[in-house]
């Protein structure tokens, strides 16, 4: 207090605003805000979005319910349970034994770490780049399977339906499925037309997502 | 050298001890011990597959491979050439062994064998029900090798194929240890199962020809250390991180197995068997590890109910408890409790009678009895715990002789059944069965069938003592019996069955008081034994204490902290109450977990339909069409308690699942409240309280026999033409509504049939295969007949089988039945 300013003319005339020199540089950069959401930058290819289910190229479901991924989530964030394939029954979903009847992914929970896919031994489930994750409630955090499910895309046909006729399970993982067949096509126009709204299967998932 | 020790007590024989070292560490253990068994000791464990404690070495699978040095003559430590399997070698006085831990060439050599075991093995471990808890992935990770070197076709077999209704069997993944085939081989004794072929085409076979038949499957799943055997019901259901497990005891009989109960998301996933030596050993029946979904089924009972216009409607607890304690007040009322509950709550039951009903009728019998049982069970049972001397499973191991009577182990007791079994391969002991027909349980056991018609087991029971004559003096089987009875400690084991054979039960107490033995009683169901105890008969308190003694009564009356006597009229017992009740001397009945048919009583519908019924219920029963209030109680899985076994063995258990459901004693005590009573079992705690706080008793053997009221005498049945004598018993897995909701597990049961011996069928004209009717007492049943060796003139039928009712005339020993030819007559 008892120094005198040593400060020339303008130095005085501008130290009330010499704080806002940060301030008014920073006006004339260049902008780094992206404009969400009404602009949206592409992330990176590897970046950790959403989790997808995937099909195989006939549409079968590549899950086969092992919950290997369940185990591995360090967040505890994925509920599957298995069950039979049942081909008397109309209900089959993956090629092979076992389906995944139930799959849920609790995304208040998941920290999008990935270990899930690195634990997928059929490569069904992987991460989209989406990560619009936002809502106001619980149960709908709660994505179930048929959520997760990838999109039914060309020559696929939605599960339920029998394997492509003379393939075996491992014809599947080895390429030799490209596409739904007519048989195929056949049978769930068949059966489909019975259950418009597809077959009622995951009643456990109201019960589950509490 | 061989060490003698000399630390071992002096009771105990004196056990010859081996030292040996493993890798480098010294261990002593008893002669003829296995050297994988010997490292166990030590900490050290052996990768193995085949090897199983409860099953025969057998060296199928060659994973334990260790490195083993002997001395030779002149004590010179020489290795031996190959690597050695350790499951099958028993140790050697200076023995060095060296195992995957200190020796490269045992490590290489069980990498070795691992990679042989893997080349065959299917990559199925995600969708196989073993992953995660599979002894053959955690020991390649643990002594395989990191890669696989092999690069050609697996040897492939079509998936899974159905061993029964209840086990599959994919036979890609079996590893060919023989655990299985050993186990129903050994143990169970129900070669169900073989190795067939040889070679890489070496795989587990069914018998064709034979039918699938066996309690003890499920077993074999337990143990399969891949996943080659599953089971049906548990298929796919979730992994063992999903399961939170408890242990627990088995609520389907009086063996007392201990239990591991699975649940996911509060749901029983499985049960599977946990090791009590004394007891269970490692192995429990299918009807234990699967019978356990009825409280899961639709028809559970949520929220109390009271009729109302004739129909049950739902309704406040509160409400229900006054409704019920108005009913209850008005009038005499008395209790009935099934022999299905906890040794707890049948204590609130009997306790509710005396303390809040002022009354001696309370019976646990749901079932046949008499009042000659009651006398029995009062003498010679209650206070019989391995403690006080009674017959323990570990007696069955090593008795000389035991003779059966009114039991059929493999259907009434079935661990009972694998003591014998195993009792019959290890010390040679000799099976007697009174019994009219040689069942395939008494062929397991390398039994001799002592032939008796139903109702005449008093009369073998007391010639085999010595002091009867019959014409069954003359036989083979007979003078065998006599002569293995000559060694003392021969072991009586008695069933429930045998209390409606006047006589029966006095005399098997004295058969093996004459061949100075030792008789236990084997009842069937779970509870029985603890209702015993707790004092749910009319003529006994808890504890063993006696309503007819002064003394008793008072002690009983100060644990309680009664305000007024306990009552002294002697009670009625489960026949008593029914008859009194249908001509409505008793007004009011309170019952808990009974299925009145069982009892197999006339009035049984006639006394609830005029009784004002509190029913304490988990579903719908028989009782619930008469019931008035319906108070709902918890299941097995959700309660906790205790049983005794028929040892007199106490069996706690916890609640495998955490519910609102309210256990019957907690029920009890609300109720007793709403009738003013202070009953002081509101929680387990309070009621162990006062059952600890009474001295045990050890059983009095013969106290009240100074009446000595002679049995009656028997009187044997004498069937007319186109007649015969009904034996009947019922079959481990039959109608029993503790067996709903098991698909899986029904499709092993028994198809009933009319068994007969060749005699008895060539005077009906009846051919193998045919169909009889078999009718009297009003029930009528037909099945297919079955022609064997048996006594004549008399026809034996399973008690509650699908489609073979026969519960209202089991009551009845030597009922004389109608048999006719043909499905229609
Ligand atoms: S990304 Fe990670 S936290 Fe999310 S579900 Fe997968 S394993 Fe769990
Ligand atoms: S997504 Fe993959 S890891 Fe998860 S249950 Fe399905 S198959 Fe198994
Ligand atoms: S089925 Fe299982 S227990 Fe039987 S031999 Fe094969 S691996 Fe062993
Ligand atoms: S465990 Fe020793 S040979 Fe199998």
């Not at chain 2, 000389?400 to 014998?420: D, K, Q």
Request: net charge negative; hydrophobic share 40%; proline share 7%.
């Amino acid at each position: 207090m008892a120094d005198e300013s040593k400060g020339g003319f303008f130095s005085d005339l501008f130290a009330p605003v010499a704080g806002f020199g940060v301030t008014f540089s920073t006006m004339f950069r260049k902008v780094a805000t992206q404009e969400y959401p009404e602009v949206k930058w592409p992330t990176q290819p590897r970046f950790h979005g959403r989790h997808q289910l995937n099909r195989h190229p006939d549409g079968l479901e590549k899950c086969v319910g092992c919950e290997l991924c369940a185990w591995a989530c360090p967040a505890d964030a994925i509920m599957v349970e298995g069950e039979s394939n049942d081909d008397e029954a109309g209900l089959r979903f993956s090629p092979g034994e076992r389906y995944g009847r139930i799959y849920q992914i609790n995304y208040l929970r998941c920290i999008f770490c990935g270990l899930c896919i690195e634990a997928c031994p059929t490569r069904a489930l992987t991460m989209t780049n989406e990560y619009e994750l936002a809502d106001n409630n619980r149960a709908d955090l709660i994505f179930t399977k048929e959520q997760l499910l990838a999109p039914v895309q060309q020559g696929m046909l939605p599960a339920p339906h029998p394997m492509v006729e003379g393939m075996e399970e491992r014809d599947y993982y080895q390429g030799k499925v490209t596409q739904a067949t007519p048989e195929q096509q056949a049978w769930v126009e068949h059966h489909h037309a019975d259950h418009a709204d597809g077959p009622a299967r995951n009643e456990d998932d109201v019960e589950a997502r509490s | 050298m061989t060490v003698t020790s000399d630390k071992s007590s002096g009771e105990a024989p004196e056990v010859e001890m081996v030292a040996l070292t493993i890798d480098g560490l010294e261990v002593s253990v008893p002669k003829d011990t296995l050297v994988i068994r010997a490292a166990e000791q030590l900490g050290i464990q052996i990768p193995r597959f085949c090897d199983h404690p409860g099953l025969d070495p057998v060296g199928a699978c060659r994973q334990c491979l260790v490195e083993v040095a002997m001395p030779d003559r002149e004590g010179n430590v020489k290795p031996m050439p190959k690597p050695q399997a350790s499951c099958t070698m028993t140790v050697a006085p200076g023995m060095e062994v060296k195992t995957q831990l200190t020796s490269a060439v045992a490590d290489k050599a069980q990498q070795g064998v691992m990679e042989l075991l893997l080349v065959n093995h299917p990559l199925d471990c995600p969708v196989c029900d073993k992953g995660g808890e599979c002894p053959l992935q955690n020991q390649a990770m643990s002594n395989g090798r990191a890669s696989s070197r092999f690069e050609d076709v697996k040897r492939t077999y079509p998936k899974p194929i159905n061993i029964s209704s209840q086990v599959l069997l994919d036979r890609e993944r079996c590893i060919l240890c023989a655990r299985c085939t050993r186990f129903s081989d050994q143990v169970a004794g129900d070669p169900f199962i073989a190795l067939v072929e040889r070679g890489a085409l070496q795989q587990v076979g069914i018998y064709e020809e034979q039918p699938f038949e066996s309690y003890f499957s499920g077993n074999t799943v337990q143990i399969c250390p891949v996943g080659a055997l599953t089971g049906a019901a548990y298929r796919f259901r979730s992994r063992p991180f999903d399961l939170v497990s408890t242990a627990s005891v088995c609520e389907h009989c009086a063996s007392g197995c201990s239990l591991r109960v699975d649940h996911r998301r509060g749901k029983v996933m499985r049960r599977m068997a946990l090791a009590t030596p004394e007891v269970n050993e490692e192995w429990n029946c299918d009807k234990g590890r699967w019978a356990f979904t009825y409280p899961m089924l639709d028809d559970r009972f949520e929220l109390p109910m009271v009729r109302r216009d004739g129909e049950l409607v739902p309704v406040s607890w509160q409400e229900a408890l006054a409704v019920a304690a108005d009913g209850l007040r008005a009038t005499r009322s008395a209790v009935l409790v099934g022999g299905r509950v906890g040794r707890e709550d049948a204590y609130a039951y009997g306790k509710l009678a005396r303390l809040a009903l002022g009354t001696n009728d309370v019976d646990f019998r749901a079932r046949p009895h008499s009042a000659e049982e009651e006398r029995y069970l009062a003498e010679h049972v209650v206070g019989s715990t391995p403690e006080t001397g009674g017959v323990t499973y570990a007696d069955l191991d090593t008795a000389t002789t035991v003779v059966l009577v009114g039991f059929e182990p493999e259907e009434e007791s079935p661990i009972v059944f694998l003591r014998l079994r195993k009792a019959y391969r290890k010390a040679a002991t000799k099976v007697f069965s009174i019994a009219p027909l040689e069942t395939r349980g008494l062929d397991k056991l390398g039994g001799t069938l002592l032939p008796s018609a139903p109702g005449t087991e008093t009369e073998v029971l007391q010639a085999l003592a010595g002091d009867g004559t019959s014409e069954h003096m003359g036989s083979d089987a007979f003078a065998a019996a006599r002569t293995a009875l000559r060694d003392p400690g021969a072991i009586v084991l008695v069933g429930e069955r045998l209390a409606t054979v006047p006589g029966a039960l006095a005399a098997a107490a004295d058969l093996a008081r004459s061949a100075s033995g030792r008789v236990a009683w084997v009842p069937r169901r779970a509870g029985e034994r603890g209702a015993l105890d707790a004092g749910t008969l009319p003529s006994l308190l808890p504890g063993g204490r006696l309503v007819a003694d002064q003394a008793d009564r008072s002690e009983i009356a100060e644990l309680w902290q009664a305000e007024t006597e306990l009552p002294t009229t002697p009670g009625r017992d489960t026949a008593a109450i029914l008859e009194s009740a249908s001509i409505g001397e008793i007004g009011g009945l309170v019952v808990g977990g009974v299925d009145v048919d069982d009892i197999g009583h006339a009035d049984g519908h006639e006394a609830l339909r005029r009784a004002f019924v509190v029913s304490l219920d988990l579903r719908e029963s028989t009782v619930t069409p008469f019931a008035d209030v319906v108070l709902p109680v918890a299941p097995h899985d959700e309660s906790e308690g205790s049983f005794l076994d028929w040892e007199g063995r106490p069996r706690p258990y916890r609640a495998a699942l955490d519910t609102t459901a309210m256990a019957d004693h907690r029920v009890l005590s609300m109720l007793a409240d709403e009738l003013g009573v202070f009953l002081g079992t509101r929680s387990l705690r309070e009621v162990r309280a006062e059952m600890d706080a009474l001295a045990p008793r050890a059983p009095q053997g013969g106290r009240t026999d100074d009446a000595g009221d002679p049995p009656s005498p028997v009187s044997v049945p004498s069937p007319g033409p186109g007649e015969m004598v009904l034996a009947t018993w019922r079959t481990l897995l039959d109608r029993g509504t503790m067996q709903d909701g098991e698909p899986f597990l029904a499709g092993t049961a028994k198809a009933p049939r009319a068994v007969m011996s060749p005699v008895s069928a060539e005077t009906l004209s009846i051919v193998p295969g045919d169909l009889v009717t078999v009718s009297g007492g009003g029930v009528r049943v037909t099945v297919p007949v079955h022609i064997q060796p048996m006594v004549d003139h008399v026809v034996w039928l399973p008690t509650n089988s699908e489609s073979c009712d026969l519960r209202a005339l089991a009551g009845q020993a030597g009922a004389v039945v109608t048999v006719t030819k043909g499905g229609a007559a």
